[in-house]
């Protein structure tokens, strides 16, 4: 029997989002007779407890005699209960050092931790994730900011409607300046700012274009990975290689840097891959970059005039082109950067309908069944051990 427990979440500025929805939760317990679900209590969930209920869905404190739990965020190290299975975004894959102690205490307490994150197919694509909702989320504040910043017009906030359909309505009628945008990555980020761009009626054309003229109407052009890094040694790239060696590629930003109004960052990065500009460029009389919307949002990251998180109430900070220091937004002599660490929580319903999906349809049914390879190569602790596929992580796991 696979007893599913939705646990409270626990970290502050809370989630409200659900690893399923009640009715994903009805389907499971009405065509699985394997399977039970007890719902933690909770007031900030975006689903309320009495619709848990209303699916036929207990609700409790208590959920020692789960098998399997599921969350969203890192577990706070008091909640945790130990000898248990988890699945939640633990960012520790990075060895993020806040998160060092979570991980020992994990470790500790004989805890068996599947990363969402590690989630992968064979080719590395990753299964499961909020990155579509945090595209579309991510690409509306990035509009919305360049709006207020130049005062060409004014879309409300992603958080004033119910849903993603009652968003797409706020854009009947919306006509945009003749605005050049640049859109990175290949993954959902950039699917879900794709999609932003189309309903928005931004037209998409080649890089060479979008480097050699100027146009009428708004426009954007979609950089990969061979767009936007290149080979130190033989000028190529090569997916695998560049994330197996990603210090021996460099930049090719740069050229966009005096073309770009807005730049809308959705590619994956890690430590060892270079930033697309250095935070002197922004000196240049030439960088007329206005707003950038960092949805992956690593601090210092590829973007780096990231400074760190902003919020959802206040997603917007400025950052001064000479001297690199946050400001007040929409300011003369600064950039505005719009960075939020959990932007699908503004549509918070619709990213949990469409993450529920994802775990049915390719996760939850392997477990049921004792597991798989790609549960295998997403667990990053067994019993509070690490396993050989997070091996690298012995250093930061060491205590």
Not at 1 to 19: F, H, T, Y
Not at 107 to 129: A, F, P, S, V, W
Not at 207 to 214: A, N, Q
Not at 336 to 342: F, K, L, P, Q, R
Request: with cysteine; proline share 4%.
């Amino acid at each position: 029997m696979l007893v599913i427990g939705l646990i409270r979440e626990g970290k502050i500025p809370s989630d409200n989002r659900v690893a399923l929805t009640p009715a994903q939760c009805k389907f499971l317990v009405t065509y699985f007779e394997d399977i039970q679900i007890k719902v933690q209590q909770s007031e900030n969930r975006c689903f309320s407890n009495r619709e848990y209920l209303q699916a036929g869905i207990e609700i409790t404190e208590d959920l020692s005699d789960c098998n399997l739990l599921l969350g969203i965020k890192e577990v706070p190290i008091t909640k945790l209960i130990p000898n248990k299975k988890y699945l939640f975004f633990s960012h520790t894959k990075k060895k993020q050092l806040y998160n060092q102690k979570l991980m020992h205490a994990m470790m500790d307490l004989g805890i068996t931790l599947i990363d969402y994150e590690c989630l992968e197919h064979k080719d590395g694509q990753r299964i499961i994730g909020f990155g579509f909702f945090a595209g579309i989320v991510g690409a509306h504040n990035g509009i919305m900011t360049y709006g207020i910043r130049t005062g060409a017009y004014n879309i409300g906030r992603v958080g004033d409607v119910k849903d993603y359909r009652e968003l797409i309505h706020t854009y009947f009628g919306l006509k945009l300046p003749p605005v050049k945008i640049v859109v990175t990555g290949s993954g959902r980020v950039a699917h879900g700012i794709v999609e932003i761009m189309n309903l928005m009626d931004v037209q998409e054309i080649e890089k060479d274009e979008y480097l050699s003229r100027e146009f009428d109407y708004p426009v954007y052009t979609h950089l990969k990975g061979a767009d936007l890094y290149e080979h130190q040694l033989n000028g190529n790239y090569s997916r695998n290689d560049f994330h197996e060696n990603p210090h021996m590629y460099r930049s090719l930003f740069k050229p966009f840097l005096s073309h770009t109004d807005i730049l809308m960052n959705g590619i994956y990065w890690e430590p060892r891959i270079p930033a697309f500009f250095n935070m002197s460029d922004m000196h240049s009389p030439n960088f007329r970059i206005q707003t950038i919307a960092d949805i992956t949002d690593d601090k210092n990251g590829s973007i780096p005039c990231n400074l760190g998180d902003a919020t959802i109430e206040e997603p917007v900070y400025g950052v001064n082109k000479l001297t690199g220091e946050k400001t007040a937004p929409y300011i003369n002599g600064s950039i505005d950067v719009m960075a939020v660490g959990n932007l699908p929580n503004e549509l918070p319903r619709d990213a949990s309908r469409f993450f529920g999906e994802q775990l049915i349809k390719y996760i939850l049914n392997d477990i049921r069944n004792g597991g798989s390879a790609i549960i295998e190569r997403a667990t990053i602790l067994k019993d509070g051990k690490l396993t050989d596929e997070f091996e690298y992580l012995s250093d930061y796991a060491n205590h």
